[in-house]
């Protein structure tokens, strides 16, 4: 399989979804969602604790026997003062196999989902707070 990449624009500061992709709650609360899935932050080149902007996070994510796995790649851009366009990579070690295709199709469906909701929370948050 080829990388996939997707290009999605969020109501939301860079700071907030930087945090929301960094965030390992789901794993901690729930591991039997996670057994045989190790899912790491390979690299961000972003040092500065203060400003997430324009920053770059690389995660992998492998199989219990290393069989399958998954780099995605999340580049945020600052597009105005509250959205961030985010570039979203994913690629996979294996070719030609439709069962792995969907697997990483589905997950690709599910980080834009949570993505999506992200947004949807991050403005309902604002509208109630504005009442």
Known sequence: MSSISKHISLRVPANVIYRGLKDTRLEQLFPEFFIGVTRRLTSNNDNDNNNKAN??????????????????IFKLKVVQSNTTEIIYTTSTNITNDPVVESIVNTHIANILYALLMLETGYVNGLMERQR
């Open 55 to 72: 920053s770059k996070l690389q995660f992998t994510t492998t199989t219990h026997d290393s069989q399958i796995q998954i780099k995605e």
